[in-house]
């Protein structure tokens, strides 16, 4: 999307996928970047799975989305905007085990999550 104004969450919050509101989200195995703006305004969302295949997340991507848990499973913190997560303050970031300080002090990461728990 060229501006969230392209985004067709901004005035419909609700994902749907072959007719099924979708809160849970899981981005697919084969996916390397998610691009700016994809879930911009998605409010409906609970918790987004993000694999270990994902090496970049583009500005404003998850701006004004809720979801309260967000599961990364890459080793090494993917790259972000300063504004992927800017609205994701009180979220829980889950990660790989041994990756906890990767993330704390990647750009943005730590800042932008409540707390960061590694997975087992």
């Known amino acids: 999307f060229i501006d969230g104004s392209a985004n067709p969450f901004r005035h ?9 509101e979708v809160t849970d989200l899981v981005i697919p195995d084969d996916v390397v970047e998610i691009k700016k703006y994809v879930f911009y305004n998605c409010k409906t969302l609970t ?11 583009g500005e404003y991507t998850f701006l004004n989305c809720y979801a309260s848990y967000f599961y990364c499973y890459a080793m090494s913190p993917p790259k972000i905007n300063e504004y992927t ?21 990647a750009y943005k990461w730590g800042e932008s999550f409540n707390q960061i728990i590694e997975m087992e």
């Open 12 to 20: 419909g919050v609700k994902l749907y996928l072959n007719g099924n």
């Open 47 to 57: 918790s987004i799975t993000i694999p270990n295949s994902v090496t970049s997340i």
């Open 85 to 105: 997560f800017d609205s994701n303050r009180k979220a829980t970031l889950y990660v790989p085990k041994g990756c906890l300080l990767s993330y704390w002090e």
